[in-house]
């Protein structure tokens, strides 16, 4: 096991953080609400990168970058001060294709959830790709 992951099963094993059971030696049971995602839920920020980029409609809707600079900061005026355990990933097998991706979380079990979901980040191109997701 990693670090990150032991020490995610510590902070579960001591009771904390979220609706879930131990269902055998290293696997996890959680029960959660039942969400419903409507397609429509989904906002892009419109800028020079995504502009060209993004088939925009009903599906795709165009989010200004200043509102979302401004949630960004309601955000991180939220989240000062808690206990967030982060992982650092990709989406895609194919080493040309795949893409980097920062999953943050406020649950321990959340964020193994992620981690057994998305492909760990090697440690050799950690630094990059800490450098493609710094927030503010």
Avoid at 52 to 63: D, I, L, Q, S, T
Wanted: hydrophobic share 40%; with cysteine; charged share 25%.
């Amino acid at each position: 096991m990693s670090a990150f992951t032991t020490k995610a099963w510590e902070i579960l094993g001591n009771g904390r953080r979220g609706p879930w059971q131990e269902a055998s030696p290293h696997a996890l049971l959680a029960e959660v609400a039942k969400l419903r995602r409507a397609a429509a839920d989904k906002y892009i920020v419109r800028e020079p990168s995504t502009e060209e980029k993004v088939w925009w409609g009903n599906y795709n809707r165009p989010f200004a970058t200043d509102k979302f600079n401004a949630l960004l900061q309601r955000l991180q005026a939220f989240l000062q001060g808690e206990e967030l355990f982060v992982q650092d990933c990709h989406v895609g097998a194919d080493p040309d294709r795949r893409m980097p991706i920062r999953v943050i979380t406020d649950s321990a079990w959340q964020s193994l959830f992620a981690r057994n979901m998305f492909i760990p980040i090697d440690t050799h191109v950690y630094c990059k790709h800490a450098e493609l997701h710094k927030l503010g």
